[in-house]
């Protein structure tokens, strides 16, 4: 029932940014954490961003002072606005939520940095 969708992904120049959306439907009760992931190519994925209902962050080392991971919980979305990126964040950025003590992936949306 619970359907998590992403946007926001493409190709973009190195030092670009990009702004991803996720939004969640389908039968919603309360969200507690909602992040992003990545996976690149031959590589395991990893978690990038989450955000807590409280709005707590958590950043990965890799994308601190570049990322900045939000959320709306009136809408039921969570967004991650990436600048200063560079070709080592190409990857497919998944988002995930937890509702009710259940982990829910979204499709996944790619993102290139190239030149």
């Known amino acids: 029932q619970v359907q998590l969708v992403e946007s926001g992904g493409g190709l973009v120049q190195p030092g670009g940014s990009l702004r991803l959306s996720c939004a969640v439907s389908?039968?919603?009760?309360?969200?507690?954490?909602m992040g992003w992931y990545r996976q690149a190519p031959g590589k395991q994925r990893v978690m990038v961003a989450r955000?807590?209902?409280?709005?707590?962050?958590v950043y990965a080392d890799s994308v601190k002072g570049r990322f900045t991971i939000s959320r709306d919980n009136a809408e039921n979305t969570v967004y991650l606005q990436m600048n200063n990126l560079k070709p080592e964040d190409t990857a497919v950025y998944y988002c995930?939520?937890?509702?009710?003590?259940?982990?829910?992936w979204g499709q996944g949306t790619q993102v290139t940095v190239s030149s």
């Open positions: 995930n939520a937890n509702i009710v003590r259940t982990t829910y």
């Open positions: 955000i807590t209902n409280l709005g707590t962050s």
């Open positions: 389908g039968s919603i009760f309360s969200i507690y954490t």
